[in-house]
């Protein structure tokens, strides 16, 4: 499900508190540092990879991992 951005809100994905994903977000521009990005906790801005094989994306460290329930 894709969420609903408004105008100057950059799309990041959302990670539960193991790092799995659990969905997208929204990140604002932040007013006080033009450039810099507002990112809510837990969010990454790299995109997870698809899902295959009963396997759910984990953010590990740096990068995405497929791993096994």
Do not use: S
């Not at 969905?23 to 006080?32: H, I, K, L, T």
């Amino acid at each position: 499900m894709t969420i609903q951005l408004h105008e100057g809100q950059r799309l990041v994905y959302q990670t539960d508190g193991q790092g799995f994903y659990v969905g997208e977000a929204a990140a604002d521009p932040d007013p006080q540092n033009p450039g810099n990005w507002l990112v809510p906790a837990g969010c990454v801005d790299m995109k997870p990879p698809i899902i295959t094989g009963g396997k759910r994306p984990q953010w590990c460290v740096y990068k995405w991992k497929l791993i096994n329930p």
